[in-house]
Structures are given as structure tokens and as C-alpha cells.
T-cell receptor, first 109, second 114 residues
Framework: GENVEQHPSTLSVQEGDSAVIKCTYS??????FPWYKQELGKRPQLIID?????GEKKDQRIAVTLNKTAKHFSLHITETQPEDSAVYFC????????FGKGTSLLVTP | DAGITQSPRHKVTETGTPVTLRCHQT?????MYWYRQDPGHGLRLIHY???????DKGEVSDGYSVSRSKTEDFLLTLESATSSQTSVYFC?????????????FGPGTRLTVL
């Protein structure tokens, strides 16, 4: 089955800096890669996704890149704000979603 | 948030008792999923359904069963709860297969098995 590795497990940045979270996947047939944000005690919320026919997607301060050859994809958050502090999960679909173990992002003022 | 509710939201039970968690949606989505979330493990798929009476196993299905008699309801049953099933359980829905359509999550159920 699909195996998704996510790094780092924790990330601390200063407000205004950029944050990058990386994921690798094992199944080359995976074709959909969403990212979820989960605040403490809340449900995971989809923040951005990318499909295998696209290399990059951007939505305001958030971008995702996909390298199908290397089988990795990354989440980029620019101009981080304290409200970006949360746990972020990547996932790969083939077709069921397989999630990474999460990255706890802390943005300090 | 998509129209997804879960009940109960919190439950404490004892080892060996049966437990049923309910997921209810008002979106008329075809696919419904049950995940469990544990520290250090992320979200793991237990079972999913692709239509009324159509279900399949996920990654961690042992000890769990599901039923879907109506489009809007997906039930997860622990026949005989064990302490290893203490977890937060999330239901999710999607319009189509998760390779084509976004999944939206319910608010979660925190289950403690003593």
C-alpha cells in the first residue's frame, strides 16, 4: 500500500518567516495530494490540494509543489502569522487517502 | 463546514462493552469514511463506504465493523471495546473517490475505553 512520510515532525518559525513541510510517497500511481490543517481540538480542514497533472499550485500565502519523478511534494507558507500555528497533514491518494504523521507548526510573534 | 455531524462527541466506556458511533451527513455525498487519530500516527482509515450497503476495509479495520443503510448515515461499531481503541474518531465524506474529490471531516468523537 501507499506509504507517506512527512518531515519535520515539529517546526518553529518567527512570525513573518516562511515555513516548508515536505512529504514523500511510495506509490507512483497516487494522483491526488491534499494538505490539511488541524487546530487543537478541531477537525482537519483542507487548505490546499494538487493533482498529479500539475506541478505547482498557489493560494495567497500557501503554495504546494509536486515532483512526480522524485515522488515528493511540499507545502510552503510565506509571511507566517501566529494563527498559522497548527498541525499540518499531507496525504496521497490512490484512491484512498494515506496520511503523513503530521507536522506541528509553531509561529512565534 | 460541510454538513457532517458525529454522535456522541465524547464517550467513556469499559473494556468488553459494545460501542456504536454515528456519522450523519446532509450533503448527499456518496462516499463516507471512518478514521482514527492517535498521537504519532496521524489519521488512519478504518473502513469506508461507497454507497448504501457498500463498504470496504481500510488500513486498521480489525475489531471494527460498519454499516450504511441510508445515504446520510454511516455507523462504526466496536463489538467489544479494548483499551487500544481509545482514540479520536473522525468521519469524513466526499462526493466521489478521494482521488478526484475533496474529503471533508466531521467534528470527531473522543472515545475512552477503560
Amino acid at each position: 500500500g501507499e506509504n507517506v512520510e512527512q518531515h519535520p515532525s515539529t517546526l518553529s518559525v518567527q512570525e513573518g518567516d516562511s515555513a516548508v513541510i515536505k512529504c514523500t510517497y511510495s506509490d507512483s500511481a497516487s494522483n491526488y495530494f491534499p494538505w490539511y490543517k488541524q487546530e487543537l481540538g478541531k477537525r482537519p480542514q483542507l487548505i490546499i490540494d494538487i493533482r498529479s497533472n500539475v506541478g505547482e499550485k498557489k493560494d495567497q500565502r500557501i503554495a504546494v509543489t509536486l515532483n512526480k519523478t522524485a515522488k515528493h511534494f511540499s507545502l510552503h507558507i510565506t509571511e507566517t502569522q501566529p494563527e498559522d500555528s497548527a498541525v499540518y497533514f499531507c496525504a496521497a491518494s490512490r484512491p484512498s487517502l494515506n496520511f503523513g504523521k503530521g507536522t506541528s507548526l509553531l509561529v512565534t510573534p | 463546514d460541510a454538513g457532517i455531524t458525529q454522535s456522541p462527541r465524547h464517550k467513556v466506556t469499559e473494556t468488553g462493552t459494545p460501542v456504536t458511533l454515528r456519522c450523519h451527513q446532509t450533503e448527499n455525498h456518496r462516499y463516507m469514511y471512518w478514521y482514527r487519530q492517535d498521537p504519532g500516527h496521524g489519521l488512519r482509515l478504518i473502513h469506508y463506504s461507497y454507497g448504501v450497503k457498500d463498504t470496504d476495509k481500510g488500513e486498521v479495520s480489525d475489531g471494527y465493523s460498519v454499516s450504511r443503510s441510508k445515504t446520510e448515515d454511516f455507523l462504526l461499531t466496536l463489538e467489544s471495546a479494548t483499551s487500544s481503541q481509545t482514540s479520536v474518531y473522525f468521519c469524513a465524506i466526499s462526493e466521489g473517490t478521494s482521488g478526484s474529490y475533496e474529503q471533508f471531516f466531521g467534528p470527531g468523537t473522543r472515545l475512552t475505553v477503560l
